[in-house]
């Protein structure tokens, strides 16, 4: 069953903050939603008209939900002179989705991201990802989050498998890219909250 919260949540990490969309965001989100490389692993580039309407989408799930792809934002507090006003930059999003459309454990929980280029590399994905799933499972108290991509997309799975997650095994055909479309092939992984407290034992919060 899929848990639903009686307020929106925010998260935040040491460097980060996972938050609501705010109208700025969108301009940003669209650049990010043009790029190639950014998009390279999805069917194609958004216009500005369809990324804008992808936020307003998330947007309205975590008011429902109390939690879903969060904005991510890199919180500036600290990087400024203490009489400067604390300022943040959107970079992204991170966070959970009730899947319900892709084959073939659905319906669960799906863990996702997305960074604009520049911030590639950095460790904000992973940093970001980990409050996600610690989230996850304690406080919606999950038994376990899933997360896909495409099978070419080696850099989602080498971050999945840094996040703990394992590879189910069980590849399959996304239902919404047409047959014999380069990236119809999906790879799924997933994690438990014993498997992340075992991974994190080990590996701390290292980026």
Known sequence: MKPVLKEPVELKTK??????????????????NANAEVMRYFSSPLSRQQSD????KIAQL?????????ALARDNEGMTESNEVTSEEFIGFVGLHWQTQVNP????MEIGWRL???YWGQGYAFEAA????????EVLNLSEVYAFTALPNTPSQKLMTRLGMKNCERDFLHPNL????????????RVTPEELSFFMQFNGDDK
């Open 130 to 137: 980990l409050a996600a799933l610690q989230f996850a499972f």
């Open 116 to 118: 604009a280029r520049e």
């Open 178 to 189: 047409p047959t014999g479309h380069p990236l119809q092939a999906h790879c799924l992984y």
């Open 53 to 56: 309407a992808l936020v307003d």
């Open 62 to 70: 975590i008011v429902e939900n109390g939690y879903g792809f969060w």
């Open 105 to 108: 454990e659905q319906p669960f």
């Open 15 to 32: 460097r980060l903050r996972l938050r609501q969309w705010r109208e700025p965001d969108k301009v940003a989100f669209a650049t990010m």
